[in-house]
């Protein structure tokens, strides 16, 4: 088994996402950098933001700001977009 340390959160005692959630270079780097356990931290967070901000996924626009946040979560790219906590629990599922 080769070495693998994860680039989000530098343990390096997990496992790599190994499957790409994306088929472009995004989904590859992800597969071969990130672990499961922040895969699934994302997978939460892009759910929290779907709903605050009542994205919809057919809108280029829409998908090109998950993107954004995707690569800020996992690669610290640059800011994520805030999600008001006060409003938490009023967000509806
Ligand atoms: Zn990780």
């Given amino acids: ?3 693998f340390t994860c680039t989000r959160c530098g343990h390096s ?3 790599p996402l190994g499957t790409r959630p994306f088929n472009d270079e995004r989904g590859a780097r992800i597969a071969a950098e990130v672990c499961t356990e922040c895969w699934e931290d994302w997978k ?12 919809n996924l057919r809108d280029r626009k ?5 993107y954004r946040n995707l690569d800020a979560f996992l690669f610290d790219t640059g800011d994520q977009a805030d ?3 006060s409003l938490e629990g009023s967000v509806s599922w």
């Fill in 1 to 3: 088994m080769t070495e």
């Fill in 13 to 15: 005692d997990r496992q």
């Fill in 62 to 66: 829409a998908r090109d700001f998950l």
């Fill in 83 to 85: 999600i008001d906590d």
């Fill in 44 to 55: 939460q967070r892009q759910m929290l933001l779907i709903n605050h901000y009542g994205l």
